[in-house]
């Protein structure tokens, strides 16, 4: 059975319009940057991430075959080899005095400009774990040894961080350049912008397919599991009006509901007219 599909137009200056030019806008700088980054690193086209609206790399294509010192093969689809940059990396934490402490970001660190309790950071790992951090030798007593544990840590401030790193030739003494080069290209990659498809539905309050609630309902934490796996909406902007389709009822003030061959026509019109 063929999906019923809801189509909408809004003026640009009307609430909800406002809120999608923010979006809209949003969208376009991650798209750009997404671009910059590409070409940056000479690729020939990228796949940007399914899982947003708009931003980011997953993988590029080159016009041939790039420095594979410093990118990865990952698939061939249709003859064209996906490549991302050839290193690794882990979350960390970072145990320091107080929040007033913030290390520096280094060419294969990126610090979280975000501090954590000690209850926050707690379940981020194991006690085995927390106990290799400060030092602290287990005794078998479970009881004994979280109490020894958290006497230490339970005052401290924690930085998540991101280590970044790559197979060594034997013997290294130092850091090889492509090595280097992979690892910001991948500090790079996880620096770009993304848009995320459930401020879409939360800014048209969409329908959630699930439970029937309307998006201005549910929390901001439940938005995303809410409108989990939902097709991504089609949005453009055409002459001070934006459309939208999608395969969910919304609710926002100042949406008109609009026929799909309307829809179709003014997106075909707006293709057209876009500058070559």
């Known amino acids: ?31 750009r940057k997404a671009d910059q980054y590409a070409a940056k690193y000479g690729a020939d086209t990228y796949l940007p991430p399914v899982q947003f609206f708009e931003g980011g790399v997953d993988y590029l294509e080159f016009e041939t075959t790039p420095d594979l010192r410093v990118w990865r093969k990952r698939f061939e689809v249709d003859g064209k080899e996906q490549y991302e940059p050839n290193c690794m990396y882990n979350g960390e934490i970072l145990v320091v005095p107080d929040r007033r402490f913030q290390p520096s970001s280094t060419w ?13 950071a707690k379940p ?17 007593n479970r009881e004994e040894d979280e109490k020894a544990v ?19 030739p034997a013997n ?76 969910l009822p919304c609710h926002a003030e100042g949406l008109h509901e609009i026929t799909e061959g309307t829809f179709n026509y003014k997106k075909n019109i707006a293709l057209r007219e876009q500058p070559s």
């Open 172 to 247: 290294a003494k130092v850091v090889p350049n492509y090595l280097r080069q992979a690892i910001q290209a991948e500090k790079d990659r996880q620096a770009l912008p993304v848009v995320e498809v459930e401020w879409l539905f939360a800014i048209l309050d969409a329908v959630s397919p699930f439970d029937n609630k309307k998006a201005s309902t549910i929390s901001k934490k439940d938005l995303a599991s809410a409108f989990a796996n939902t097709e991504t909406p089609m949005l453009f902007y055409y002459q001070g009006k934006f459309y939208v389709s999608l395969v």
């Open 150 to 168: 958290e006497d230490q840590l339970r005052n401290k401030s924690f930085v998540p961080y991101v280590q970044f790193y790559g197979d060594l």
């Open 1 to 31: 059975m063929e999906k019923k599909v809801y189509c909408y137009q809004t003026d640009e200056n009307s609430n909800v319009g406002r809120k999608l030019k923010k979006f809209w806008d949003a969208a376009l700088r991650a798209a």
């Open 108 to 120: 294969d660190r990126t610090f979280s400009k975000t501090h954590l309790t000690w209850e926050q």
């Open 124 to 140: 981020k790992y194991s006690l085995r774990k927390w106990a290799e951090v400060i030092n602290y030798t287990l005794t078998g």
